[in-house]
């Protein structure tokens, strides 16, 4: 069978064509509001919340402009600044309102220089779809084909392991020991135990040498008289 591509040349048709199929998109999407005005130029086209509470603005064109990106980005700040009074008025939608808005475009075709905005943009997750409107036979439907989709969870790093405390240089050695003893085979002779070191005895005292006091030699000086006698002597060899 032929298929046919229907023209859409109405805004507000496409948003009701996108709005009964929304499933198509993203399972889960409700829709709070349609044609939400944010100013005298812009306004949001759906304003829906996802299965995790997080509120999501749905942007359709029926063909690229660039001012499209400009204008999500407006539509963000508004829905952002009013996401507390949503919750109250939506208590059943559970509207999470630490998450900021997310923005889902949809356009016939996308540019190289959008692509590539979208990609740069920090802090508000935009995500890129383009758009068909097909009849085949007495069927028509919306063909929705992914561009560009910013990465909705961040990849989980694997958790640390908590590091074994190292065992003992000891310890290990005993647990070795054990283990080569288990392996020998019963023929084999066993380890002698190892000696026990003595513990060595202090070394004695050595004996202080005993001072032996030498006593003096006095000097024994001959008599007066003998040495009168040796020198008379003397006087008569030299006469």
Known sequence: MPVEHIAIEDPKELVNIV?????????GLKIIG?????????KIGMLCHDENGQLVIVQTAIKEDKNMIFEALKCVDYVDKFKTMLAVTYPKSKIDTAKTPRVI????????????????????QINLYTWEYLKIGDYKGLHIEPIFIYPLKKEEKPEKKPKKEEEKPAKKKEEKEKKEEKSAPETAPKPKPKPETEPKPKPEPEPKPIKTEVPKTEQVFPPPEEKKKKEQKRRLKLF
Do not use: F, M
Request: charged fraction near 40%.
């Open 34 to 42: 349609n044609e939400i005005p944010v100013d005298e130029k812009t």
């Open 105 to 124: 475009l949809l356009a016939p075709e996308y540019s190289e220089e959008v692509i590539n905005i979208v990609k740069r943009i920090k802090g508000v």
């Open 19 to 27: 709005s009964k199929e929304l499933n198509e998109i993203e399972k």
